[in-house]
Structure formats: structure tokens, C-alpha cells
């Protein structure tokens, strides 16, 4: 139980692209998702809380126009990179938290990651 | 600003040997810490703590958390060469559920 999918993996793209990534919960639901990055052996920098049907929650100094989340279902999450540029490049994780047990449990799944190389 | 500090930032033991990690933290109305295991890819969940001194095994591993003194250890017995990884310590407050994430342990087990 508790399986987070993100898709794609990998990605290379050329600057001024923007690149879609997706989160799944795949076996529960997930009213709360949370995006992550990560840059080579450092920890994780949480970047935003994804609130199904409302607008996501940015970190102090995350600019919401470039990092665009999507929360349209309680299994889905989307984060859209605009306008890619080589500074962007890194790992990208996702979250969630199983809405029925969410009450009771900080414990966040997390999805294997998609790594951003832009050229 | 809430805050976790891991220690130390890495060690490399010889398998058999047995390592512990050391989590502090400063959360605002804390609720609970938890433990993770980063290999390659994703951090997966190993354990999660919300009281003192109750002791939580799985395994070769376990974890304990002390509130007064705000912090957790986590230890590995009998370590292999698969327990090499990034542990990672979080801990969660009452600010939008969100989680804290130490800077993490890097363990190297040798053969």
C-alpha cells in the first residue's frame, strides 16, 4: 500500500521549454500532495503544499508563476516547470498523504523522483 | 523557523558494526518526527515518532524520541552493505503538515 508514482523519471529539455511533471497516488487518496527538490547531496527543499481543489502553497522564495502546481483530483498533482532554464536542473520529488489517515499521521509517501537536466 | 539537525553528516562502518544517528530538532508545536531511508531515489518511510521513550523496532533497526530534550536516534545493528543510504530525519509541527528535513546521514557500510 501507500505507492506514489511519478512520471516522467527523467527529462532533458532546451532552455525556455516548460516541462510537465505528474504525482499519483495510486492506491489511496490524497487531499494533500507536497513538491520537493533536491540538489546533489543536500536534503530536501520543500518548494510548495499541493491543497486538492484550491490553489497550492508556496515556500518563501519558490516564484509560483515559474513552478505552476496543479492539484485537479484526489489522486493527481502536476507540477509545471515554465520556461525552463539550466538553473532549474535538479531532482524533483512528490509527496502525499493518505487523506484517511491524515488526521492522525504526519507520515508523507513519496513518489521515486524525476530528475530536470535543461540545456 | 522550525529546524533539524542531523549528525553526523556521514560515517563509514564495516558491516557487522552497529551505528546510531542523532536528530535534533526546533519545531513549532511539534507533533511528530520521522525517519527515512533515501537510496537512489525516493526516501522511504521507516518510522514514526510522537512519543518519548517508546522504543520502535523493525528489524535490525530502531528509534527513539526523546521530547524534553527535543531529538531522536536512530540506530542499525548488524549493518550490511544494504543499509547503505541517506537516512533522513523530519519533523512535523502544526504549520500545514508540513515536514522539517534534516540535512541527512550519509552511511557507507563496507564489506
Known amino acids: 500500500g501507500a505507492v506514489v508514482s511519478q512520471h516522467p523519471s527523467r527529462v532533458i529539455c532546451k532552455s525556455g521549454t516548460s516541462v510537465k511533471i505528474e504525482c499519483r497516488s495510486l492506491d489511496f487518496q490524497a487531499t494533500t500532495m507536497f513538491w520537493y527538490r533536491q540538489f546533489p547531496k543536500q536534503s530536501l527543499m520543500l518548494m510548495a503544499t499541493s491543497n486538492e481543489g484550491s490553489k497550492a502553497t508556496y515556500e518563501q522564495g519558490v516564484e509560483k508563476d515559474k513552478f505552476l502546481i496543479n492539484h485537479a483530483s484526489l489522486t493527481l498533482s502536476t507540477l509545471t516547470v515554465t520556461s525552463a532554464h539550466p538553473e532549474d536542473s535538479s531532482f524533483y520529488i512528490c509527496s502525499a498523504r493518505d487523506f484517511i489517515t491524515s488526521g492522525t499521521t504526519d507520515t508523507q509517501y513519496f513518489g521515486p523522483g524525476t530528475r530536470l537536466t535543461v540545456l | 523557523e522550525d529546524k533539524v539537525v542531523q549528525s553526523p553528516l556521514s560515517l563509514v562502518v564495516h558491516e557487522g558494526d552497529t551505528v546510531t544517528l542523532n536528530c535534533s530538532y526546533e519545531v513549532t508545536n511539534f507533533r511528530s518526527l520521522l525517519w527515512y531511508k533515501q537510496e537512489k531515489k525516493a526516501p522511504t518511510f521507516l518510522f514514526m515518532l510522537t512519543s518519548s521513550g517508546i522504543e520502535k523496532k523493525s528489524g535490525r533497526l530502531s528509534s527513539i524520541l526523546d521530547k524534553k530534550e527535543l531529538f531522536s536516534i536512530l540506530n542499525i545493528t548488524a549493518t550490511q552493505t544494504g543499509d547503505s543510504a541517506v537516512y533522513l530525519c523530519?519533523?512535523?509541527?502544526?504549520?500545514?503538515?508540513?515536514?522539517?528535513f534534516g540535512g541527512g546521514t550519509r552511511v557507507l557500510v563496507k564489506p
Open positions: 523530519a519533523a512535523g509541527g502544526s504549520a500545514g503538515n508540513k515536514l522539517t
